[in-house]
């Protein structure tokens, strides 16, 4: 069985990072891509990005672009999403998924980052 | 990049009813569309795939039809269970992936 296991909450100053892990289990890690999908408070799904660890690719959003960094240790079967010059409007619940063929077939359980002075 | 809108922004139906969603794609994404269920405080979970091919465990009162730029998700005899939000997502232009915005389904 495929599970997706989150870090835990963060509360955050604006300006600052944040680093959100993703550990994978139950599967091969390097043959599927994982993507990180954030949900502001009442809003929908926005994508992030994604990694493609068996290939070493990552693609990620014009929106995020230059302040988000996905990476992946295959030694560990985990995903890290760094997202830098945080702002108010960052604040959300992080979500990393697995993909197949486009699809979101696994989710993590997600992460709450806070951005608050 | 693809924009998905779905219509309406939200549905109130009595249990036992059936519900119609609506996803329309701002150009053609062939069948490459999904169907996700999120309930307050989860994760989606993913129910359809294809546009019409219902994922694993996913019960049969949940169908998906359309291709190209109009798709349906159809919830018949509507469940206690299925009042959720719903957000389609296409998978053919890559990337960004894109998602609708979402339709709640409430109970009336």
């Known amino acids: 069985q495929v599970q997706l296991v989150q870090s835990g909450a963060e509360m955050k100053k604006p300006g600052s990072s944040v680093k959100v892990s993703c550990t994978a289990s139950?599967?091969?890690?390097?043959?599927?891509?994982i993507s990180w999908v954030r949900q502001a408070p009442g809003q929908g799904l926005e994508w992030m990005g994604e990694?493609?660890?068996?290939?070493?690719?990552?693609e990620y959003a014009q929106k995020f672009q230059g302040r988000v960094t996905i990476t992946a240790d295959e030694a560990t079967s985990t995903t890290y999403m760094d997202l830098s010059s945080l702002r108010s409007e960052d604040t959300a619940v992080y979500y990393c998924a697995r993909v197949e063929m486009g699809r979101f077939n696994y989710w993590g359980q997600g992460t709450l980052v806070t951005v608050s002075s | 990049e693809i924009v998905m809108t779905q219509s309406p922004a939200t549905l109130s139906v009595s249990p036992g009813e059936s519900a119609t969603l609506s996803c329309r794609a701002s150009q053609s994404v062939s069948s490459n569309l999904a169907w996700y269920q999120q309930k307050p405080g989860q994760a989606p979970r993913l129910l359809i795939y294809?546009?019409?091919t219902r994922a694993t465990d996913i019960p049969a009162r949940f169908s998906g039809s359309g291709s190209g730029t109009e798709f349906t998700l159809t919830i018949s005899s509507l469940q206690s269970e299925d009042f959720a939000v719903y957000y389609c997502q296409q998978y053919n232009n890559w990337p960004p992936w894109t998602f609708g915005q979402g339709t709640k389904v409430e109970i009336k």
């Open positions: 990694i493609i660890p068996i290939f070493g690719t990552v």
């Open positions: 139950g599967g091969t890690f390097s043959s599927y891509s």
């Open positions: 294809g546009a019409s």
